[in-house]
């Protein structure tokens, strides 16, 4: 939660200011924007990201998903959840069971060439690639909630920035979805 001075509609209008819409064109790459934040903000909903540039994107980019509520001082909370995109939470199941089940097709069937003493590239690299593949995605999960609350973080300071907020969370810890 964020708690500002300013009254709602001002908090409104500065996230508006400094919040865009990334259009992508034909070719899947996005127009260049200045704006620090991409997303929509609504009296409803403010749905927010860091704006980064394409190549630097990664499914850990943290979203703040939250509202704008007047508190009796005058001043304003804004209260949500801040972590990765909850619609790619589902890669974290589909995805491995693929891995292991294409890739370890192709690893049993290069062994199994191998071992029948047909030793040629193709099964070598049928054996490498998988293995080498599936390191990689254990390395970016025992990496992931490091980048993941780095990523919080930022987003947080960056909204607290814009707020003239401050950010206060129970336990004094930023919780991850």
Do not use: K
Not at 47 to 58: Q, Y
Not at 84 to 97: A, H, K, Q, R, T
Not at 127 to 156: D, K, S
């Amino acid at each position: 939660m964020l708690s500002s001075p300013h009254p709602p509609g001002e908090c409104g209008r500065r996230l508006e200011t400094v919040t865009g819409r990334l259009p992508w064109n034909v070719a899947g790459f996005e127009r260049r924007s200045r704006l620090p934040l991409q997303g929509r903000v609504s009296p409803g909903v403010i749905r927010v990201a860091r704006t980064r540039p394409a190549n630097r994107r990664s499914y850990l980019d943290a979203l703040f998903i939250g509202r704008i509520e007047q508190v009796p001082d005058g001043g304003t909370l804004v209260v949500g959840t801040v972590g990765p995109d909850p619609s790619i939470l589902i890669l974290f199941v589909v995805f491995p069971v693929a891995v292991l089940l294409i890739g370890g097709g192709f690893v049993a069937e290069g062994l199994w060439s191998l071992r029948s003493g047909h030793l040629q590239l193709s099964h070598l690299l049928q054996v490498f690639f998988p293995i080498a593949f599936a390191g990689a995605y254990v390395r970016n999960l025992m990496t992931g909630p490091a980048n993941a609350q780095r990523e919080v973080q930022a987003l947080l300071d960056e909204l607290a920035a814009i707020l003239d907020s401050t950010a206060s969370f129970p336990d004094d810890r930023v919780y991850v979805r």
